[in-house]
């Protein structure tokens, strides 16, 4: 079991607007003027980073909110429109960057190797990246949920090496990513010891590193995952977009 603070992180994929993105964090700002208990991230889309951080700036109870980008280019810097460094992330406040989301896999054809490199330049600038592994349905149905997502982060062990401590990893299972779907605990936790048995293997400082379920979670199942013993807190899509739904979230981590 991890000894770590549980991290609740917002996944807000391509949704905002500035005027949206200041209600919520009004919103979200009353239910953190308590300090939680866990850690509290956004990952937003990166024009609106700047915005964020602002906002952070400006707002006493949001101090505790930490802010984070969605994807972060391989390349340190050079010719690559539309890219954005690690760098760039670091200049505007982000201290976690998420690689290797399911889809980014499927629509952009990121591979194993290059969700490594993204890992490894986000931790060589300070940033920690939040990488994700998860299976799809055929795959799942096929048995080979373990090899899939073993696959995945046997990649970025091998690609980070002693740095591997400093990750946080994400268990998206993909059939269950915005379908209404979830995993039940069990079957989330089964997935959660089987990565933290082999980050034991890479590292003597495997329970320091959180593992995360980002499959669905809400308001109404938070409580029955976040309870499992190597289930170190969530990912969290649609539910983040709500302030009601990912306080409550953030309210059902328990010490």
């Known amino acids: 079991m991890s000894k770590m603070k549980k991290l609740i992180a917002g996944n807000w994929k391509m949704n905002g607007s500035l005027a949206a993105n200041e209600a919520l964090l009004r919103e979200l700002s009353q239910g953190l003027a308590i300090a939680p208990v866990c850690e509290v991230l956004v990952c937003v889309p990166a024009p609106y980073l700047a915005q964020i951080s602002a906002l952070k700036a400006g707002c006493a109870a949001l101090s505790a909110l930490e802010l984070g980008a969605q994807d972060v280019s391989a390349q340190a810097s050079g010719a690559y429109t539309g890219e954005v460094s690690a760098a760039m992330l670091k200049d505007m406040g982000c201290r976690y960057v998420i690689v290797g989301h399911s889809e980014r896999r499927q629509y952009h054809f990121e591979t194993d190797a290059l969700v490594a490199d993204k890992a490894k330049v986000a931790l060589a600038t300070g940033i920690t990246p939040i990488v994700c592994v998860g299976e799809t349905l055929a795959e799942r149905e096929a048995g080979r949920t373990e090899e899939v997502v073993k696959r995945q982060l046997a990649a970025v062990i091998h690609a980070n090496g002693h740095c591997i401590s400093e990750i946080v990893v ?24 089987v990565l933290r048995a082999q980050l034991k293997a890479a590292t003597d400082k495997a329970e320091r590193i959180r593992i995360l379920y980002g499959g669905s979670m809400n308001a ?36």
């Open 220 to 255: 109404a199942n938070a409580e029955s995952l976040l309870t499992q013993p190597d289930i170190d807190g969530g990912l969290i899509g649609g539910a983040s977009l709500k302030a009601p739904d990912f306080l409550k979230i953030i309210a059902a981590v328990q010490v």
């Open 170 to 193: 994400a268990y998206e299972p993909v059939w269950a990513i915005g379908t209404g779907k979830t995993a039940s605990p069990e079957e989330a936790q089964a997935v959660h010891a």
